[in-house]
């Protein structure tokens, strides 16, 4: 082999180590760039999972200040209503209790009979104090009515509990006089009387504000039904 043979394998040689080359750095370049793509897919799966997650919680919490809102808007609706209500209640109340002044008025005490009304509380704490001498207490302006019903409701009394006519002293301490539009807070009393025992240790409060007091508590439930019972409809 000559010179010229020898020259022309070794080019031969060198044109097929080059095309391996070549065919090896491609397949190397073709893998690098599937590998980049994957690992950049990967990447930008990643992030957008975070945004997602990331957006998902805000939107829990933009739920959850909704809610919170909405619960405390609810709330103060409900407490404006309940305060309308028991100002409501408070109107009826105090019209009731203004009405009640009538009762014990010298100018309507023979319209509302008010000295039979007297005789019977009085016959009525009697009863419920079931003591042989107690100590009475009224309103300065009802002193002679109550003095003039004394004999009809002790013998009332001890007729119908089988028993001797009871003691009964009038005090000479007053309850509170009738509401006064010049002293709105001033201490007052509307009618009735107080009966209690020789000893102070049994008091029975039987005025019109009592009774009142009596009457609307138990009447309450009864007078918000009637009142309110379309508010939650």
């Excluded at 990447?43 to 200040?65: D, N, P, S, T």
């Excluded at 419920?128 to 004999?151: N, W």
């Amino acid at each position: 082999m000559n010179d010229a043979d020898v020259s022309k394998q070794i080019q031969q040689m060198v044109r097929f180590i080059r095309q391996e080359a070549e065919e090896k750095a491609n397949e190397i370049s073709v893998s690098a760039e599937e590998e980049f793509n994957i690992e950049k897919l990967q990447i930008v799966e990643a992030e957008k999972k975070k945004i997602r997650q990331e957006y998902e919680r805000k939107q829990k919490q933009v739920e959850v200040r909704k809610k919170i809102e909405y619960s405390m808007q609810l709330n103060a609706s409900r407490i404006k209503v309940l305060q309308a209500q028991d100002d409501l209640v408070s109107a009826m109340r105090e019209s009731a209790s203004k009405d009640l002044l009538k009762v014990g008025h010298h100018n309507f005490i023979h319209h509302h009979n008010y000295e039979g009304l007297l005789k019977s509380l009085i016959v009525q704490g009697l009863l419920r104090l079931k003591e042989p001498s107690v100590l009475l207490r009224c309103r300065k302006e009802d002193e002679h009515l109550v003095h003039s019903v004394l004999d009809a409701a002790k013998a009332e009394y001890a007729e119908k509990t089988h028993v001797h006519e009871p003691e009964i002293i009038v005090d000479s301490i007053h309850l509170p006089p009738a509401p006064s539009s010049d002293d709105p807070h001033a201490l007052s009393c509307s009618g009735g009387v107080v009966l209690a025992s020789r000893d102070g240790k049994i008091v029975f409060e039987n005025t019109l504000d009592a009774r009142l007091d009596v009457v609307f508590r138990g009447k309450l439930p009864e007078i918000r039904r009637l009142l309110f019972s379309q508010v939650g409809a």
